[in-house]
């Protein structure tokens, strides 16, 4: 059974940074692309960052490009992404999602391509 477990959220001042990880189980990190996602209320859940199991090439929208940085450890199974220059407007509920098991060379940033996820962690980012 594939699980994916989110953590590192929390409470941060605008400039500061958070260091999330999406633990999996059940599945093995070089048959899946990885994306993280994010959903504040109201709005649709957005794609900000994934990795493919191919190249480990990556991907980020351009509001996040040079702040935020996704990364995985295939030994434990977990995939990162490190938050840098917070701010508010990055409050939201942060999820992990799995794509595969396939070959992916380029990952997607669409939450209806990934066929599982986490139940998300909640990133505040206030004074």
């Known amino acids: 059974q594939v699980q994916l477990v989110e953590s590192g959220g929390g409470l941060v001042q605008p400039g500061g940074s958070l260091r999330l990880s999406c633990a999996a189980s059940?599945?093995?990190?070089?048959?899946?692309?990885i994306g993280w996602f994010r959903q504040s209320p109201g709005k649709e859940r957005e794609g900000i960052s994934c990795i493919s199991n191919s190249d480990g090439s990556t991907y980020y929208t351009d509001s996040d490009k040079g702040r935020f940085t996704i990364s995985k450890d295939n030994a434990k199974n977990t995939v990162y992404l490190q938050m840098n220059n917070l701010k508010s407007e990055d409050t939201a509920v942060y999820y992990c999602?799995?794509?595969?098991?396939?070959?992916?060379?380029?990952?997607?940033?669409?939450?209806?391509?990934?066929?599982?996820w986490g139940q998300g962690t909640q990133a505040t980012v206030s004074s």
């Open positions: 999602a799995a794509k595969g098991p396939g070959n992916y060379q380029r990952c997607s940033s669409r939450y209806t391509d990934y066929d599982y």
């Open positions: 059940g599945l093995t990190l070089d048959d899946f692309a």
